[in-house]
Structure formats: structure tokens, C-alpha cells
């Protein structure tokens, strides 16, 4: 049995019932083939069986007191899941659906998407089943010091370094970041994502949905076009889908849809700057569904449905994992869309991918497309390291040209292992390689 074979069965059979960590292990181990057979040292190694374990797995229980005085428990974790090419880095998600098997799908993913940004940062991830959705500010704040009450005994700012992720904005960073502080007696860059008057950095709320689209851009590029004119949907109406459509809107394109949980809004004549504003109050203040959207300009909105059927040219999914399915994606083939930069976290099943793969379409998946945000968060620790503060251009610049750097490592990676414009098989194998060889130096550890 060829040796990925061999190490699939190994993780199915360690793994089961965590069918979001098999999907991506599945995805990554058997793009890096062609690498393995070129690389006997990798398979002497037995790599694959190392990188597919955490390192280290913490799980605790969080306590907590809501207004009305009853007492709650919450389960925490985090997931350090490689740190051989620097600390563990990864956010923080606090929703209900949080469980061990979307923590290691989000650490494992978070360790190749790491080593693509090309700075000093390991893999991890972590978070709780705690819904900061409908609770009060006191409420948030008594979860967050009764999550890092436990937390800050495993993390330091050369050794874990979270950051924020669903459900956890800067309103939650502040919080955590404040216990922190308490309970270690010191100012250190341990937590990414803060406020800019204690240590944030500027870009870093954009810069997901930013790189995305510098994403895009790359690729559209490498066949002499640009995203200039082009009809984008974007999914989502969160923080990375709403900078993704500021972004696109800066750049010429065209953008018209939006989505939450309830359902899609399609807007035929665009998603303007002024409506742009209006949906960041609607969904950062007033924290309010995306149909009344509709209701204020007028536009179609599909409840309960996500906006692949819209024709378009490019596609961001930007709101959460396996939102784009098989059908999903041969409807966007058909109607059109040829770019899909993946702002979200794996957004499309495996049948999706291998049909967009197939018909040959720019496809950025999110390891790639993605890497803004946590690019940005390195740049936020080495702004905390020299104690300095970038200026907003300055921060944009970095970002761009680390893009600009994955897509020309992704793209040359793929060429170079026989598979030209396949970002899936570029991304994970130029990722692979970097952490790879980091640990054969650093021996049996």
C-alpha cells in the first residue's frame, strides 16, 4: 500500500467520529504524493504520522456567572499543533459548534497556512462551545477571564500566541488580553488581533478579506486579466466579508451579494461604498440580520440560501466551512464564474474542489487565499517585538506583497511538481516542505 494510503488509514483509524479533521488531513496528504515519491528523507521519517499529530492537546473547563447570577460551564481548548518553524499561532473561535475535530481541521490547515506567509510561526488553534452571541458586555468579559484564567498557563509570546477568530473581536481580545496581563504581571505581544491603543496593528481587522482579494488578483494576472469590472459574489457579511467587498470595490469590481445564516441578499446594480457603510453598522453594531438589507434598498433576498446561484465571474466564500457543495460548485461553473478565492476556512467540499480543478478555473483555496489575516498577525507580533507601530500604508504593503509572494510560491510549486495551476497541490506541498525540513533538522522531537 503506497505510503499516504498508509498513513490516511492511520489517521481514520486514531481519529474517528472528526470527519472535518479527516476531510482536510485527506485533502492535504494526498496532494503531497509527488513530493514524497521525490523525497525518500520525508518517508524515512515518517513525517506524515508526525505532522498529523498535535503536539499537545489542552482541554479545561470554563466557569462562568451570567448577570442574573446563574452559573454556567463551558469547555475550553487549544490545540498546539506544530511549532517547528516558530511559536504555536492560530485564533480563537467562540461559537456553539466548537469541538475537538473543528479545532484540529482549523490547526492543522492553520500550520501550512503558516508556513505560506513565510514568517517565523508554528500551527494551533483553540476556543470554546461558549455563544458570546445575546450575552452582555459584563457576561463576555466574566467568560473570557475565566477562560484565560486557565489558558495564559500555556501560552507566552514565544510560545503560543492566539488571536481571534468567530466570535471573538476585539471586545473579546481586550478581555482576555486584560486577565493576561493580570495574572502574569506582564505587557508582552501574547495575544494578536488587539485594539490599536494597546499594541494592535493596522490592516489586521482587514486583512483577511484584503488578501483574498490580492489573492485573486494574483491569479487573474497570471492570464493577463484583472479583477477590474468584474461581477463578484461574496458570501458572508462578517469582518471578512466585508473588507473583501471594500477591497474589490477599490479595485474596479463589482459585488452582489452578502449573506448570513438566514439567508442571501442579491443586489443587481452592486454593494456601493455608502452600502458597504451601512452593512458594517448593521452587522458590527446593531449585530442585526442581512435581510434588512433588502428591505431598505429594495433588493431580492433567497432565506435560507447561500448566493452560488447568483451568475457571476469570481466567487469569495467567506462565511464558514463546506458552505460551497458539488452542485454548488457546478452551478457557479456553469454560470460563469471561473476565480474562487477562498476567504473562509476549507468553504468548499472536496467534490466542489475537484470540479473546479477539473474545468481549470483560477481556484485559491483558503490555506492560500486566506493567509492575510494571520500574515497581519505576524506583523502585529514584530510591531509588539520592537515596541513600534507601522503606519497603515506601510502594513498594506507587507500584506500585499506577502500575497503576492504565496501566489508566485504556490504557482511555481505546482509547476514544479507537475501539476501547473493547481494551487491546492502548490499550496499544500510549498507549505509541507518548509515545516517538513524544519523538522528533520531539529531531529526526533
Request: proline share 4%; hydrophobic share 35%.
Amino acid at each position: 500500500m503506497p505510503i499516504v494510503s498508509q498513513a490516511l488509514e492511520r489517521v481514520r483509524e486514531k481519529n474517528p467520529g472528526e470527519p472535518a479533521f479527516l476531510q482536510s488531513v485527506t485533502e492535504v496528504l494526498e496532494s503531497l504524493r509527488p513530493v514524497l515519491e521525490r523525497n525518500k528523507r520525508y518517508r524515512d521519517a515518517n513525517l506524515l504520522d508526525r505532522i498529523t499529530e498535535p503536539e499537545r492537546i489542552i482541554i479545561f473547563r470554563v466557569p462562568w456567572q451570567d448577570d442574573k447570577g446563574n452559573i454556567h460551564v463551558n469547555r475550553g481548548f487549544r490545540v498546539e499543533f506544530s511549532s517547528a518553524i516558530g511559536p504555536y499561532k492560530g485564533g480563537l473561535r467562540f461559537h456553539p459548534s466548537v469541538n475537538l475535530d473543528i479545532l484540529k481541521f482549523l490547526g492543522f490547515e492553520q500550520i501550512f497556512k503558516n508556513s505560506l506567509t513565510t514568517l517565523p510561526m508554528g500551527g494551533g488553534k483553540g476556543g470554546s462551545d461558549f455563544d458570546p452571541k445575546g450575552k452582555s458586555d459584563n457576561e463576555v468579559m466574566r467568560f473570557c477571564q475565566s477562560f484565560m484564567s486557565e489558558l495564559f498557563r500555556h501560552i507566552g509570546h514565544n510560545t503560543d500566541v492566539p488571536a481571534g477568530d468567530i466570535g471573538v473581536g476585539a471586545r473579546e481580545i481586550g478581555y482576555l488580553f486584560g486577565q493576561y496581563k493580570k495574572l502574569k504581571n506582564e505587557f508582552t505581544a501574547v495575544l494578536t488581533g488587539k485594539s490599536l491603543c494597546y499594541g494592535g496593528s493596522l490592516i489586521r481587522p482587514e486583512a483577511t478579506g484584503y488578501g483574498a482579494v490580492y489573492f485573486a488578483q494574483e491569479m487573474l494576472e497570471t492570464r493577463g486579466d484583472g479583477l477590474k469590472g468584474k461581477v463578484c459574489a461574496v458570501s458572508g457579511s462578517g469582518n471578512v466579508a466585508q473588507y473583501t467587498v471594500e477591497k474589490l470595490l477599490q479595485l474596479g469590481a463589482k459585488v452582489v451579494s452578502l449573506s448570513d445564516s438566514g439567508g442571501t441578499i442579491y443586489d443587481k446594480n452592486g454593494i456601493d461604498e455608502e452600502k458597504l457603510a451601512w452593512v458594517m453598522e448593521l452587522k458590527n453594531v446593531h449585530r442585526s440580520r442581512i435581510k434588512e438589507y433588502a428591505e431598505k434598498y429594495g433588493v431580492e433576498y433567497y432565506e435560507g440560501k447561500r448566493p452560488w446561484h447568483i451568475p457571476c465571474d469570481c466567487a469569495f466564500p467567506s462565511a464558514t466551512q463546506n458552505e460551497i457543495t458539488g452542485k454548488d460548485a457546478e452551478t457557479l461553473i456553469n454560470n460563469g464564474c471561473f476565480v474562487v478565492s477562498e476567504g473562509a476556512n476549507m468553504p468548499t467540499v472536496p467534490e466542489g474542489v475537484d470540479r473546479f480543478i477539473h474545468k481549470g478555473i483560477l481556484y485559491g483555496p483558503g490555506k492560500a487565499a486566506n493567509a492575510g489575516g494571520v500574515a497581519v498577525s505576524g506583523l502585529e507580533m514584530s510591531q509588539n517585538s520592537m515596541r513600534l507601530c507601522w503606519p497603515q500604508q506601510e502594513v498594506d504593503s507587507r500584506l500585499k506583497e506577502i500575497m503576492q509572494s504565496i501566489h508566485r510560491n504556490c504557482y511555481e510549486t505546482a509547476k514544479e511538481y507537475g501539476h501547473p495551476g493547481n494551487y491546492v497541490v502548490g499550496a499544500n506541498i510549498a507549505g509541507f516542505v518548509k515545516v517538513a525540513d524544519a523538522m528533520l533538522y531539529q531531529g526526533l522531537v
